[in-house]
């Protein structure tokens, strides 16, 4: 189990890091206010591509999947792939969201 966990952990890190950018967690509040519908071991694969769209990267074997997100005011979440955040999402067998994290991403 701690293997496994080391794994995920050390992918996002490399996945992360890779473009040399600064990475701090996301206020609570904004993920409360942009992302209220995403929670811990009740969200399904199948609702976050409704509402997202197919991931910006998936990786072991699609448990691990990530996106660039600008968050507007008026618009609400925008998919871009230059994004200010970054939201990685971990999904375990059946499919479940296990945990996740918004990242603000600074150049």
């Avoid at 990267?57 to 925008?78: I, M, S, Y």
Wanted: some cysteine.
């Amino acid at each position: 189990m701690f293997i496994g966990k080391a794994l995920v952990y050390f992918t996002c890190m490399l996945l992360l890091m890779g473009c040399a950018h600064t990475l701090t967690v996301a206020d609570s509040e904004v993920e409360r206010k942009y992302l209220p519908w995403l929670e811990d071991g009740k969200t399904k694969k199948e609702d976050v591509e409704r509402r997202l769209g197919p991931p910006s990267g998936e990786f072991e074997g699609g448990r691990l999947w990530t996106f660039r997100l600008d968050l507007d005011q008026e618009k609400g979440v925008v998919r871009i792939y230059t994004g200010e955040y970054s939201l990685v999402l971990v999904f375990d067998d059946v499919s479940i969201l296990k945990r996740h994290s918004l990242l603000r991403v600074r150049p």
